[in-house]
C-alpha cells in the first residue's frame, strides 16, 4: 500500500467509506470520536436490554452487500438481516390503523379502505416513484456534483419529474384522501425533510422500498456497525476511538495531518470527514481561510430538525404492535411548520415508535420489550428550550403518555428502565451543528450541486463523505455518498 487517508468520524457513511479504500489498497485509519463505532448508530446496552440510538430502517441491502463484495466476501458471514413485514402500521388518532407493505394485494386493500377511489391513483403515484427513482437514485444517487455543469446536465430529467414540486403536493396530485396523503410523505421526515417542502424526486424512497423491502439487523442496527468495522478490521484498515480529532493541519491548499484530542497526529495523502459539516470547516479547518468562509456559508443554510428520543424497556410481550409504527398527531401541515419555521416545541406529536423486540427477543431480557419512541422536533436554532432540566422530562413523559393512551395501555406500570436523548445530546455527542439530526435540509436548493461537495473546492486533497454530502441522509444516501467520494479519492491518487 503506497497511499494512506484517514477518515475522521466512525459512522455509515465513514465506515463505508474506509471499507472502499481499504479495499482498493489505500492504507486507511479511521479517528472516531465517541466510545464506539456508529455515529448516529450508536447504542446502549443497559439493564439487559440493547437499544439503538438509530437509524433502525435498512433499505437497499444491496448497498451493503457490494462494499462485502469488493474484496470477494459475502455479508451475511458478519451481518444476518431479517425482513419486516409490515414495513410500518401507520395509525391516526381516530384509531384508523394502516398496514404499509410492498404486499400488492393487502396494500391495495389497505388503501381501499381509506377510499377505494385513490387504488387507481396510487398506481400512478407509483409509476412516478419508479421514474424519479431511475433518475435521483440509480443514476444519481452515487454521483459527484462538483460543478454546476453537472447540475445542468441533470436539469431535464429534475424538470420532467416537476422536482421543483413538493413530496406532498405531488402525492396530493394522485391520490384524495388526506390520511393517504400523509402515509405516502412522512418518508421523508426519516431524511430531515419537511414533505411540504422537500423535493418530489424523494417520492424515490417508495421504489426503494417497494423493491428491495424494509430489513432489520438482527440484534440491532449496532451489529450492522459491528460487521462492518469487522470487515474494514479484516481487510487491515485501523480503528482508532474515544479520540476526538481536533485539527486538520493544512499546508498551502492541501491537507497534511490531523490532531487529536490525545496529542496523536496522523499524516496521510488524503484526508475525508463524516463529521457535521459546519464543525468540519468552522473547528477542525479554522486555521484556513477555507474554513472561515465555508463556515460563514453554511451558516446562511437552512439545517433540518433536531429529534427528542424516549428509550425504554417495559415488561412483557406485545405481539400486536409492529416493529414500526407512525402515530400521526391531529395536524400535519401545522405541525410540521411548528418544527421546521416556527421553532415551538408543540403539545401534539406526530410520533415513530421502534419495536425491535418484535422482530428479535433478543434485544430484552426474557419476558420483557425494548423500544423507542422518537419526536421530530426544532432545532437548537429555532426552539429555545431547556432539553437537559425540567421541561425535557417533562417532554419525556408527555411523549409515553402518548404512547400508552394510542398503543401501549399499562406502559407507565409495566416500566422497567427509560432514558431520553435530547437535540443538545445531538450537539454534545455529534457535534451537531444546531443539534441537527440531519444535517442540512434536504430542499431543492440544498439538494446535488447545491449541498456540500464530496470534495473540497479549494483544498484539493480534503473530501466529505455522509448526511451533509450529496445524496443526503439515509443509510443508502451515506453510503451511496461514500462510493462518490471513493471514486474521487480513488482517480485523485492515481
Known amino acids: 500500500m503506497t497511499r494512506t487517508a484517514i477518515v475522521i468520524g466512525a459512522g455509515f457513511g465513514g465506515l463505508a467509506l474506509a471499507i472502499r479504500l481499504q479495499s482498493a489498497g489505500v492504507a486507511t485509519t479511521v479517528v472516531e470520536a465517541r466510545d464506539k463505532a456508529?455515529?448516529?448508530?450508536?447504542?446502549?446496552?443497559r439493564q439487559g436490554f440493547t437499544f439503538d440510538a438509530g437509524p433502525t430502517v435498512i433499505t437497499d441491502p444491496p448497498c451493503l452487500q457490494e462494499l462485502w463484495a469488493l474484496s470477494g466476501q459475502d455479508m451475511a458471514a458478519d451481518v444476518t438481516l431479517d425482513p419486516v413485514m409490515p414495513f410500518y402500521r401507520l395509525n391516526w388518532p381516530d384509531g384508523t390503523n394502516f398496514?404499509?407493505?410492498?404486499?400488492?394485494?393487502?396494500?391495495?386493500?389497505?388503501?381501499?379502505?381509506?377510499?377505494?377511489?385513490?387504488?387507481?391513483?396510487?398506481?400512478?403515484?407509483?409509476?412516478?416513484?419508479?421514474?424519479?427513482?431511475?433518475e435521483g437514485y440509480v443514476k444519481l444517487g452515487s454521483a459527484a456534483f462538483l460543478d454546476f455543469a453537472?447540475?445542468?446536465?441533470?436539469?431535464?430529467?429534475?424538470?420532467k419529474y416537476q422536482a421543483w414540486r413538493s413530496v406532498y403536493s405531488i402525492v396530493s396530485s394522485y391520490v384524495q384522501d388526506e390520511r393517504l396523503r400523509q402515509a405516502l410523505s412522512f418518508h421523508t421526515l426519516l431524511v430531515g425533510g419537511n414533505p411540504m417542502n422537500t423535493s418530489a424526486i424523494y417520492a424515490l424512497i417508495h421504489t426503494i422500498e417497494k423493491d428491495g423491502g424494509v430489513w432489520f439487523a438482527?440484534?440491532?442496527?449496532?451489529?450492522?456497525?459491528?460487521?462492518?468495522?469487522?470487515?474494514?478490521?479484516?481487510?487491515?484498515?485501523?480503528?482508532?476511538?474515544?479520540?476526538?480529532?481536533?485539527?486538520?493541519?493544512?499546508q498551502g491548499d492541501r491537507v497534511t495531518a490531523v490532531q487529536t484530542a490525545s496529542g496523536w497526529r496522523g499524516e496521510a495523502d488524503m484526508i475525508a470527514s463524516n463529521g457535521d459539516m459546519m464543525h468540519n470547516y468552522a473547528t477542525l479547518l479554522s486555521d484556513h481561510p477555507r474554513g472561515k468562509k465555508a463556515a460563514k456559508s453554511l451558516a446562511r443554510k437552512r439545517w433540518s430538525p433536531s429529534l427528542f428520543v424516549v428509550h425504554f424497556g417495559v415488561k412483557g410481550d406485545y405481539p400486536d404492535i409492529a416493529h414500526h409504527s407512525i402515530l400521526f398527531g391531529p395536524r400535519y401541515k401545522g405541525l410540521l411548520d411548528d418544527i421546521y419555521k416556527n421553532g415551538v416545541v408543540p403539545d401534539d406529536f406526530s410520533l415513530y415508535l421502534h419495536h425491535p423486540t418484535a422482530t428479535d427477543k433478543a434485544m430484552a431480557p426474557e419476558g420483557y420489550s425494548t423500544f423507542y419512541v422518537l419526536a421530530p422536533v426544532a432545532h437548537l436554532g429555532k426552539a429555545k428550550v431547556d432539553w437537559d432540566g425540567a421541561f425535557g422530562q417533562r417532554f419525556a413523559d408527555a411523549i409515553l403518555d402518548e404512547v400508552e393512551a394510542r398503543v401501549l395501555p399499562g406502559?407507565?406500570?409495566?416500566?422497567?428502565?427509560?432514558?431520553?436523548?435530547?437535540?443538545?445530546?445531538?450537539?454534545?455527542?455529534?457535534?451537531?451543528?444546531?443539534?441537527?439530526?440531519?444535517?442540512?435540509?434536504?430542499?431543492?436548493?440544498?439538494?446535488?450541486?447545491?449541498?456540500?461537495?464530496?470534495?473540497?473546492?479549494?483544498?484539493?486533497?480534503?473530501?466529505?463523505?455522509?448526511?451533509?454530502?450529496?445524496?443526503?441522509a439515509g443509510i443508502p444516501g451515506v453510503v451511496g455518498s461514500a462510493k462518490a467520494t471513493a471514486k474521487l479519492m480513488l482517480e485523485d491518487a492515481s
Not at 150 to 159: E, G, R, V
Request: proline share 4%.
Open 411 to 472: 406502559l407507565k406500570a409495566n416500566l422497567a428502565t427509560s432514558f431520553h436523548y435530547t437535540p443538545a445530546d445531538f450537539g454534545r455527542d455529534l457535534s451537531a451543528h444546531l443539534g441537527s439530526a440531519f444535517s442540512l435540509e434536504p430542499v431543492l436548493w440544498q439538494s446535488a450541486w447545491f449541498r456540500a461537495h464530496n470534495r473540497d473546492d479549494v483544498v484539493s486533497n480534503l473530501y466529505f463523505v455522509g448526511a451533509g454530502t450529496h445524496p443526503g
Open 218 to 250: 438482527r440484534g440491532g442496527t449496532n451489529k450492522l456497525v459491528a460487521g462492518m468495522v469487522a470487515l474494514f478490521e479484516r481487510l487491515g484498515g485501523t480503528l482508532r476511538l474515544a479520540d476526538p480529532v481536533t485539527k486538520i493541519e493544512t
Open 99 to 134: 398496514d404499509y407493505s410492498n404486499d400488492e394485494a393487502a396494500l391495495n386493500a389497505e388503501i381501499a379502505k381509506l377510499n377505494p377511489a385513490d387504488v387507481a391513483g396510487y398506481e400512478k403515484f407509483l409509476t412516478y416513484s419508479k421514474g424519479v427513482y431511475e
Open 38 to 45: 456508529g455515529g448516529r448508530g450508536y447504542h446502549w446496552q
Open 150 to 159: 453537472s447540475m445542468i446536465k441533470a436539469a431535464p430529467a429534475l424538470m
